[in-house]
T-cell receptor, first 112, second 115 residues
Framework: QQKVQQSPESLSVPEGGMASFNCTSS?????YFWWYRQHSGEGPKALM???SDGDKKEGRFTAHLNKASLHVSLHIRDSQPSDSALYFC????????????WGLGTSLVVNP | GPKVLQIPSHQIIDMGQMVTLNCDPV?????FYWYKQILGQQMEFLVN????????KSKLFKDQFSVERPDGSYFTLKIQPTALEDSAVYFC?????????????FGSGTRLTVL
């Protein structure tokens, strides 16, 4: 069983629309969450981290964490074609060494 | 932003041969990582490395795998001998410090094909 599960598998939104991604952990040890974005042919790039319950906003991006339900979400408002990419949720194990456990990703297409 | 460079971007080798994947981490970073991504599957942690030593490795980090970073040179992942199941994209990453709150910076990956 995957410890980090993402939904939906793919998503299509119009330019200017809202894109929303979901992520759930099955391991209560995972308390630190990251959102990474990967454009085709590139490596993942960190978008946001969230470690505390509630919302965290950075520009067009808002992450939300509910530790009780182990659910984290990411919302992109005013989506742009350049936002088209794979979005990964990753969680950190409680370790002094950074070791990320990844979901399978959500493919986003923003249509002009 | 900080850049991690990986060389080569593609590598095709015959099963049983040795391969070395090279990574130039962000210059002031102290922690280095290798991750493996197979198409359609999740990215998986292989190993992390600090101060010349492997700190933690996963069960995917087989005995045929080794990592090193001789002073002033690349952080490398060596596979000897290679197997068909080693075909994947290998991503190198680095972070300034260790710990679960640290941001990892990834390279663009090396696509390894074992024939």
């Amino acid at each position: 069983q995957q410890k980090v599960q993402q939904s939906p598998e793919s998503l299509s939104v119009p330019e200017g629309g809202m894109a929303s991604f979901n992520c759930t952990s099955s391991d209560r040890n995972f308390q630190y969450f990251w959102w990474y974005r990967q454009h085709s042919g590139e490596g993942p790039k960190a978008l946001m981290s969230i470690f505390s319950d509630g919302d965290k906003k950075e520009g067009r991006f808002t992450a939300h964490l509910n530790k009780a339900s182990l659910h984290v979400s990411l919302h992109i408002r005013d989506s742009q074609p350049s936002d088209s990419a794979l979005y990964f949720c990753a969680a950190s194990e409680p370790s002094d060494n950074s070791k990320l456990i990844w979901g399978l990703g959500t493919s986003l297409v923003v249509n002009p | 932003g900080p850049k991690v460079l990986q060389i080569p971007s593609h590598q095709i080798i015959d099963m049983g041969q040795m391969v070395t994947l090279n990574c130039d981490p962000v210059s002031n970073h102290l922690y280095f990582y290798w991750y493996k991504q197979i198409l359609g599957q999740q990215m998986e942690f292989l190993v992390n490395f600090y101060n010349g030593k492997v700190m933690e490795k996963s069960k995917l980090f087989k005995d045929q795998f080794s990592v090193e970073r001789p002073d002033g040179s690349y952080f490398t992942l060596k596979i000897q001998p290679t197997a068909l199941e080693d075909s994947a994209v290998y991503f190198c990453a680095s972070s300034l410090l260790g710990g679960r709150a640290e941001t990892l910076y990834f390279g663009s990956g090396t696509r390894l094909t074992v024939l």
